[in-house]
Every structure is written in C-alpha cells, then in structure tokens.
C-alpha cells in the first residue's frame, strides 16, 4: 500500500520531535522510494525536492521520522547514527542490520551486496577536561583486530604512529590523538583529546615546548616574534601566585591542535606567515571547547586560518584565528549553544571567530590604552539593541 506523510515530522533533535513538518500531498508509493535533502533549506518544497530545515552532521546525529501526532516515533537512528563518509551511504540492510554501504542507492533499495567496512571510531575511558590528579587512560575500537595508534605532538595518527597496546597513565597536559587502523578497510577519522593540568600550564617554558617548536624571540621567514609559557615575574609574584589557577579556570578554554608544520612550517605554515590569507592558507585542525566544571563543550574537526588585520604584523606575538567548518573535515557545521547567557542566540555556524586583544592591546607593545573592557562592552550593547 502507499504511505501519506502528511502531518509527519523529521527531526534531528530528540527534544523537539516536530523540527520539520512533510508538505501536504506527499505520498509514498507502493514499494517506493523517497529522497528528502537535509540541508537547513528556508522553502520545505523547492523545483518539487523536499528540503528540511535542518542538516545532518558527518560525525553523527540523532535523526528520527514522527507520526502525525507529534509524539510517536516510527524510526529513529538514537542516540545517533555513527560517524558519516564521503560517498559511503549508511542504513538498514538485511534483517534489519544498520551497516555502511559502499554505493548509495538514494532512490531505491539500499544495496547489501555493497556493503563497505569501516574501522569503529575510536572511544576513550576519560573524557577531556582539566585535571589535578593522574590517571589511567584506556582507549578501545568496537572493530576486532584492529590496531590502535596515536601521537603526543599534535600529529594526525598513521598508521606509523605509535601502536596502543595497554593503558596509559596521564600525570600532566596531554595532547593525545588515536585513530584505529585494519588491512583492507577505510580507517577511522582522528579522535583528538585535550587533558589540562593547571599546575602545569603555569609552569610552561617562557622559550618554548623545543623540539620542532621555534625557540622564544623571532621566527623565520617573517621574523615573526614568538613568546611562550607564563612570567616567572608574575607566577611567583605572592600578589598573585595564589590567583593564577583560579584564573584558568575561572572561562572555559578552547584547545586548537594541528601539525606543528602547518604553524612553524617557513614556507606553508599560517603563523610565521601570517599576512597571507585566502583559501589557501587554511589547514587542517582540531578544535576543542572545554569547561573547567565538567559542562560538556565539543570537539570538531576544521579548518584553521589566521584572521584580523593588526593581528597579523610579525612583531605582534598574538595571532587571532579563524575556524571553517566543512564536510571535507568532519561536520558541516558546529551546532552548539555557544552564547549561553541568550537562547535566541545562533547554535549553528560554518564559522567562529577567535578573537584576540590586538591594536590596543597588553601584548603589543605594552600599550597604555589596552582595551580591556571597550570591545565587550560594544558587544553587548549591540545584542541589547
């Protein structure tokens, strides 16, 4: 028998069941097939195409088709659907098995026959967030046999990376970065996690990480001005040494994470190159939002470029950063409530911002007219208006 949709709901939000509604007159037929586009479309018909008002993640979603009655739900992928692939479809095959398949059949029977094998995600026993004590960290594949690899430094993992065999103990800021690997199957995408010591970060070298790092003064090619680490001078000043963790862990910290090529790299790298802009000066980075309280933030992949104008002279040791976000790293988009303090504010975004105190700034120059409070003031005036 055809199947009507009318009054029927699509959603990507398990709190709101009715997120988009099927026009009236839509009919499924007998043994048919229907194509609706999930790309945050303002017309819910368009040149006879079903488009929702929402868009579905490559990292995973929850999605769920609803009965008319608002509450009944006929299907649902819950709590999410894995993570999504280029030109790799994902959907029901055989006796009702959710798998991959490695040719998408969008207008007709999902094609078991294709079916395409994918290295599970890889899962970590603590989550990000800031830390006073050791731990011990376990890191798993739901895939049998296959090898789990990370790296410390930033790096993408390969399948040269250092193999996982036991558990790890993290005792200070720790960078990790894990993607499970099997022969003859599509590896998983990096997972990135950021553990924060504050104890640590306090203490961090004022001439820098070493290694592949350009030492503290002036990089080439633009000799631009590097400074790492916190002052001694202020650290162990008694007026405020009992001020700086507090201090950090008084707003949540974001954690970017890339090669250290595509920063430091003389003729590629975005910050010692930091007057170029454009597409081609994008790379590839991890982004992570971390709340001290243990409030859940996010991680996404993206793409990172150096954003402002004053912000790019080389003497300027601050760069202010740009994050794309495009399926080519991950995720579309970042849906998150990032303005907490207003609930009609923006939770979807191709792009942020961050911002950096530049021109007029404490870090530059040491200027006497820092802008400590003007800009959030603006801000938040405009918001009210």
């Keep these: 028998s055809s199947v009507d949709l009318n009054g029927w709901y699509l959603t990507d939000s398990a709190d709101n069941l009715t997120k988009w509604r099927f ?16 790309d945050s479309s303002p017309a819910p018909l368009t040149n006879g195409e079903l488009h929702t008002n929402f868009k579905l993640g490559s990292g995973g979603n929850y999605l769920a088709l609803v009965r008319s009655d608002g509450v009944t739900t006929n299907h649902a992928y819950h709590p999410s659907y894995p993570e999504q692939y280029s030109d790799i479809s994902y959907g029901i095959g055989g006796l009702n ?30 989550d990000r967030g800031f830390f006073t004590n050791a731990f011990t960290l376990s890191i798993t594949t739901a895939t049998a046999g296959a090898d789990i690899r990370y790296t410390l430094n930033g790096s993408s993992p390969s399948a040269g990376s250092a193999l996982y065999t036991s558990p790890l103990v993290v005792s200070n800021t720790t960078i990790l970065r894990a993607a499970a690997f099997k022969s003859g199957l599509t590896p998983s995408r990096p997972d990135t996690q950021t553990y924060i010591f504050p104890g640590d970060v306090i203490r961090q070298s004022t001439n820098g990480p070493g290694g592949a790092w350009p030492p503290a003064g002036n990089a080439p090619p633009s000799n631009q001005k590097m400074d790492y ?34 920063l430091f790299h003389s003729a590629t790298g975005i ?45 300027n040791p601050k760069h202010a950063f740009r994050l794309f976000f495009e399926s080519e790293y991950g995720d579309s988009q970042l ?14 975004f191709r792009c942020i911002d961050l911002a950096t105190a530049q021109n007029y700034s404490w870090s530059f120059y040491g200027d006497p007219t820092n802008a400590m409070l003007r800009d959030q003031m603006n801000c938040d005036g405009m918001l009210r208006m």
């Design 229 to 262: 680490g916190r002052d001694p001078a202020v650290v162990d000043n008694p007026d405020y040494s009992a001020l700086m963790i507090p201090a950090l862990q008084a707003v949540p910290s974001v954690s970017l994470v890339t090669d250290l090529s595509n």
């Design 97 to 126: 098995e959710l798998r991959y398949f490695g040719r998408a059949t969008p207008t007709g029977a999902n094609d078991f026959a294709s079916a395409s094998n994918i290295v599970a995600d890889t899962k970590f026993s603590v």
């Design 271 to 315: 910050y010692v190159n930091a007057q170029m802009d454009g597409s081609n000066w994008e790379r590839r980075a991890s982004a992570e939002l971390i709340y001290p309280d243990g409030t859940k933030g996010f991680q996404i992949n993206c793409g990172l470029r150096i954003r402002g104008g004053y912000s790019r002279i080389a003497s």
């Design 23 to 38: 026009p009236t007159s839509v009919v499924v037929a007998a043994n048919g097939y229907l194509l609706v586009w999930c």
């Design 335 to 348: 849906s998150y409530q990032l303005f907490t303090n207003d609930s009609a504010s923006a939770d979807n």
